[in-house]
């Protein structure tokens, strides 16, 4: 049986908002790339690892207080549902932020170096990120799609979307890869980090969904980049 085109297609208004959730990627993005390439030549560091890690912060604090003041959310968009989070949940949450922490502050006692990149890539990208990702796009996709399956679609969705944003540091790369004497091609450095962003994607997503809520997915995001990098 041939099954019409229509049925195959997403709906009208998850097209809607899958699409002006794209848009805001896009826009996002392309905010961050310019207002990290005048902090790259303001800011000239001898280490330049120091001075990559440094502009990062700078660039996803400022875009990120830019955000809010645009959109200003109401926790509950973002998936900080607090309140409805159990005395366990709680407690969890308050245990895994506590020892995340505590790893990345002892870092400077094996490497003072080592303090900015952690902060830098378990502290900032993961709560941007995921802010961003499994709570305001979560929540806009979600509400799009028929509750039966609203969940799965919108974990698949933001998974997908989640590992090509990472294409968008592209700028960054192109900055980086000569300062240290990389011969890596950019593309495939492009190509492992929208791997690795499904990876993420799909174990954030999952606790997201799971819990309803973005605290752990934060925690799952920030323990990757700590280990796994």
Known sequence: ?????????????L???????????LGVQALRA??????WSLL?????????????????LIVGALLWLWRRPAA?????????????????????????????LSSVTLDP??????IHSVLITPVFEELLFRGYGWGQLEAALSRKRAGLWTWLLTT??????????ADHLLRLLPLHGETASPGLVLFWKVVIGV??????????????????????HGLWNLFGR
Not at 161 to 168: K, P, S, T
Not at 204 to 220: E, N, S
């Open 44 to 60: 000239r560091l001898a280490d330049h690892d120091l001075r990559s890690n440094l502009i990062s912060v700078l660039s996803f």
């Open 113 to 118: 170096g080592l303090l900015l990149v952690n």
């Open 160 to 169: 997908a979307l989640f590992g090509l944003w990472h294409l968008g540091y």
């Open 199 to 220: 990876a993420v994607g799909f174990l954030a997503g999952w606790v997201r969904w799971r819990t309803g809520k973005v605290y752990g997915a934060v925690l799952v």
């Open 1 to 13: 049986m041939t099954i019409p085109a229509a049925h195959l297609s997403p709906p009208p208004r």
């Open 76 to 104: 509950a968009e973002l998936g900080l549902h607090w309140s409805r989070a159990s005395r366990r949940e709680r407690l969890v949450y308050a245990i895994g932020a506590g020892l995340l922490l505590a790893l990345v």
């Open 15 to 25: 097209r809607s908002r899958l699409l002006q959730f794209v848009l805001v990627l």
């Open 34 to 39: 310019v207002v990290a390439w005048p902090l």
